[in-house]
């Protein structure tokens, strides 16, 4: 089962593990070939890039790995908002804008052919593997992607959400369990009753599908990985685990707010993007808690905060950042990508033994 299953057939690496595909500069060339050099799957965050710096990475990645890779895309979400629901968020946020000597307000911007070219990429580069987060993709998309031998993956927070992207022809699905950090990938109901756990999720799930199974929320270490095996994952996808690791892109900051955190100190948070996510209460979450219901949807709240975020690393205000994280932080390391990965097989290896 550790050896040898479909999914390292289908994605031709040598161990089930697979880095999350985090947005935001988390995920650099070098973490993504470390991992897939290490016998994993590196996954590039692209769901913020532009084309041109997608492409300029992916071909960092190919410099550095002769091993299979993939990179992770937003299926997009187009809201609209009125100005004075953009004037009200932006008041709302100008208490810290002023506090980080921002003088001036935000517009929300949002590309709207920014997937449509990202996956032009992916084509061009021929990417080994795609992964989409917060949807499924056109058929369409889905077709030209599998014409040139992607391995297409999806991903679902609700046994749902699996099957519509077994129907639709993913490969293979991320099964995310309400533990993870960051964004979850729900797409169809509520956020609120897609909160399920990873050990509720991962069987009922593979009950349901025939595809290759991903399990993903909270898994760190070799005992996550053997558990999800056990409950019928073929693998697993793990993101807050290589955060902290030294090839991450992840500010100091932030690196240091998981490694020294505890299990009880995770939220769930609109505040910074207007879309629910796992990160380590801070001062603007809290400040923010009692005015969610006025924030921008994703991704505009998101645009309007980002200078928040990038200033607030720049002047080592990790109060004022978003530190997300998964609810295992205590179980997270600080060594290389490579390191954390070899330390899973053998933790595996000697729980099967």
């Not at 089962?1 to 697979?18: D, K």
């Not at 002047?315 to 609810?327: K, T, V």
Request: proline residues 5%; glycine residues 10%.
């Amino acid at each position: 089962m550790w050896n040898y299953n479909r999914l390292l057939e289908l994605l031709n690496i040598h161990h089930p593990i697979i880095q999350a595909g985090m947005a935001g500069g988390v995920t650099t060339p070098e973490l993504v070939a470390a991992v897939s050099n290490a016998g994993g799957l590196g996954t590039l965050g692209a769901g913020y890039m532009t084309p041109e710096t997608m492409k300029e990475s992916i071909q960092e990645i190919k410099d550095l790995t002769q091993s299979p890779f993939g990179v992770n895309v937003f299926v997009p979400e187009n809201p609209h908002a009125t100005e004075k629901e953009i004037e009200e968020a932006n008041r709302l946020l100008e208490p810290f804008r002023n506090e980080l000597g921002i003088k001036d307000e935000a517009k929300p911007q949002v590309d709207e052919s920014l997937f449509e070219n990202q996956i032009n990429v992916i084509i061009e580069e021929q990417v080994p593997v795609c992964s989409f987060t917060f949807g499924i993709p056109p058929k369409g998309i889905i077709r030209d992607l599998k014409n040139e031998g992607i391995v297409l993956m999806g991903t679902a927070t609700t046994v749902e959400e699996a099957i519509l992207n077994e129907q639709y022809g993913m490969d293979t699905v991320v099964a995310q369990g309400s533990e993870a950090g960051g964004h979850r990938g729900t797409f169809s109901g509520s956020y609120n009753q897609s909160m399920i756990g990873t050990m509720s999720l991962i069987p009922q799930v593979a009950d349901q599908v025939k595809i290759p199974v991903i399990a993903a929320g909270g898994i760190m270490d070799g005992r996550g990985v053997r558990a999800s095996l056990v409950l019928g994952a073929d693998g697993v996808q793990l993101g807050t685990a290589f955060v902290t690791c030294k090839e991450s892109g992840a500010k100091p900051q932030h690196k240091e707010s998981i490694l020294h955190t505890s299990e009880t100190e995770t939220v769930i948070t609109r505040s910074f993007s207007g879309k629910p996510a796992r990160g380590i209460k801070n001062t603007f979450i809290k400040e923010m808690e009692a005015h969610e219901r006025e924030l921008l949807d994703y991704p505009l709240q998101n645009s309007l905060t980002k200078g928040i975020r990038k200033e607030a690393a720049k002047q080592n205000r990790p109060e004022l950042m978003s530190l997300w994280s998964g609810q295992s932080p205590r179980l997270s390391q600080s060594g290389s990508a490579a390191e954390i990965v070899k330390s899973i097989v053998a933790h595996v290896r000697e729980i099967k033994s």
